[in-house]
């Protein structure tokens, strides 16, 4: 089974028992959230799609921890004015598995 969802403006193809990182998602480790916003969705034998997003199908997510990239730095610089300023930023994520997929 597969199923093609959206999360804030993201699209992910997710599989059951499959492992995806999101942006972070205020709610305590070891918990289930449901999805509703289903585009695309096949369970073997057959094809549907939304128009945008599917009425009757949901996908069930455990939250397995949340972490933090590694550090990114954005550098400004203006030439010849003797100004160069550095910014670090570590982005926090979000680690989630696929728990089901099917109708509600």
Same mark, same amino acid.
């Given at each position: 089974?597969?199923?093609?969802?959206?999360?804030?403006?993201?699209?992910?193809?997710?599989?059951?028992?499959?492992?995806?990182?999101?942006?972070?998602?205020?709610?305590?480790?070891n918990s289930i959230i449901n999805i509703d916003d289903v585009i695309f969705y096949n369970n073997?034998?057959?094809?549907?799609?939304?128009?945008?997003? %599917? @009425?009757?199908?949901?996908? /069930?997510?455990?939250?397995?921890?949340?972490?933090?990239?590694? #550090?990114?730095? *954005? %550098? @400004?610089?203006?030439?010849? /004015?003797?100004?160069?300023?550095?910014?670090?930023?570590?982005? #926090?994520?979000? *680690? %989630? @598995?696929?728990?089901?997929?099917?109708?509600?």
């Open positions: 089974m597969h199923a093609l969802i959206s999360d804030r403006n993201k699209q992910y193809l997710v599989k059951e028992n499959c492992f995806i990182k999101v942006d972070f998602i205020n709610v305590a480790a073997g034998d057959s094809v549907i799609f939304g128009s945008p997003f %599917l @009425k009757d199908v949901v996908v /069930k997510l455990e939250v397995i921890n949340h972490f933090k990239l590694d #550090k990114k730095i *954005t %550098l @400004k610089f203006r030439r010849r /004015k003797h100004h160069m300023k550095r910014i670090g930023n570590r982005q #926090k994520m979000t *680690t %989630l @598995k696929v728990i089901f997929i099917g109708n509600k």
